[in-house]
């Protein structure tokens, strides 16, 4: 069960993220809020609407009984009652109508909390229902690279540390392998469903890259013509590659030199050397692997190393202590990743870096339930997606901290290379 958090820190987390959201639709007119209709984004006018009706339907009213603060909220804004190619052609309030109810189901919120520590109950709904806003200011964030809007201006960007430009990190880390309790135990501060329980499983010793895969690297792929290569690709691989005609990462172009450029929002730049290779999809992360003579790690051996395994997992690579800006970069404050190199203080014990923050980092586990697993409140968190989908670890640059830790499990389908994944490999034995 959730541990007990005071209203001044809930009160805090909700503040942020509520702030995040407001930044995101910054610099965007009417048309840009609403987009074009594709699989991969939801129109902006939209989401902002169901994030405030998520945090009023599973507080306020599922639990205390509240009216609605909005007429239509239940017809526009449940997603899991509304299709998503519907979503472009709903009757929507306007864009003031929509930050006026934002703001009511915000204020509300707050005032019913009080002041001292919340009860267990509320601490664990106005977490779950703050990281549900983060996981969605995440993707706006990537629907902003998506549509070549603009960078967006987050008031918590800063002069990032000088070793943002560290270069490469090449070679592997030995790991011993052990016993790892995968998973959240009991007694975790906070646990999302697909977390529960811990439950023991060994993992053999295994030599991990100790840092993700650069754009150089990658790059050796394209050029040796890889997405051409049918023998680097499973079945499935295959075919999304000719589905999609894919024969380079989705955002990077020749520059006309025989190098790379890649856009970054509605920037083109030089394509930064050093820097994790980010917006590629699972079926590109095999394929490179393959090539590589490499493998992409399970869920476990990742975890693993992460943690130092054992008993006594570390809650983070680097010990106990909260992210901070020298050990990772995560809520958006570089906009944009660095070069893998860099962050030093955020060694895991066996030299690994950067397992926290940069790039989201795919393994090869298909998401599925842990053995304890039930769902909680948000039912269709979790559940639906088992089977389906791959489980990616670690966060990325713009997740956020408060939400991200060693047993944390993002999960996406195969084919998504719009979201901040990249990827980190294992030798083969």
Not at 18 to 40: K, Y
Not at 226 to 250: C, E, I, K, L, M
Not at 266 to 285: M, R
């Amino acid at each position: 069960m959730t541990h007990p958090v005071s209203t001044t820190r809930l009160q805090d987390i909700m503040r942020d993220a509520r702030s995040r959201s407001l930044e995101l639709l910054n610099g965007l007119c009417d048309a840009q809020l609403i987009g074009p209709q594709l699989p991969i984004v939801n129109p902006l006018h939209w989401e902002i609407g169901h994030v405030a009706w998520f945090h009023e339907y599973f507080i306020l009213r599922r639990r205390y009984g509240h009216e609605p603060l909005l007429e239509r909220g239940d017809r526009l804004y449940d997603s899991i009652g509304i299709h998503h190619h519907q979503r472009w052609d709903l009757p929507l309030y306007s864009m003031a109508d929509t930050l006026d109810y934002m703001a009511r189901v915000h204020d509300t919120l707050l005032e019913r909390l009080g002041s001292g520590m919340a009860s267990k109950q509320d601490s664990y709904l106005y977490q779950f229902t703050t990281f549900h806003e983060d996981m969605h200011t995440e993707a706006y964030t990537w629907s902003r690279q998506t549509l070549g809007y603009p960078t967006p201006v987050f008031a918590n960007a800063e002069a990032m540390p000088e070793d943002d430009s560290a270069g490469p990190l090449p070679g592997d880390a030995d790991i011993p392998g052990g016993t790892l309790m995968l998973g959240s135990p009991e007694d975790a501060p906070f646990v999302f469903d697909n977390e529960k329980w811990a439950y023991p499983v060994t993992v053999a010793p295994f030599r991990m890259a100790r840092a993700p895969v650069t754009n150089t690297d990658f790059a050796g792929f394209v050029e040796e013509g890889g997405y051409h290569r049918r023998d680097f690709w499973d079945d499935d691989g295959w075919q999304w590659r000719q589905s999609t005609n894919a024969t380079h990462p989705v955002y990077w172009q020749p520059d006309g030199a025989g190098g790379w450029t890649l856009r970054r929002f509605d920037q083109t730049i030089s394509l930064p050397p050093h820097q994790p290779v980010i917006h590629v999809c699972w079926h590109e992360a095999q394929a490179w692997c393959r090539w590589a003579g490499r493998r992409l790690p399970t869920e476990a051996e990742w975890e693993f190393a992460a943690t130092a395994g054992g008993p006594n997992k570390r809650a983070y690579p680097w010990g106990e202590t909260e992210p901070d800006i020298t050990r990772a970069n995560l809520d958006g404050r570089a906009l944009g990743v660095i070069d893998v190199g860099a962050r030093a203080a955020g060694d895991s014990i066996h030299g690994l870096r950067q397992m926290i923050g940069n790039v989201w980092e795919w393994t090869g586990t298909t998401f599925g339930p842990y053995p304890g697993f039930s769902p909680d409140d948000y039912r269709e968190y979790s559940e639906p997606l088992f089977g389906d989908t791959k489980v990616l670890r670690g966060g990325a640059w713009a997740s956020r901290s408060r939400m991200v830790d060693s047993t944390y499990r993002n999960y996406f389908g195969p084919d998504r290379r719009d979201v901040f994944a990249g990827f980190r490999t294992c030798a083969v034995t």
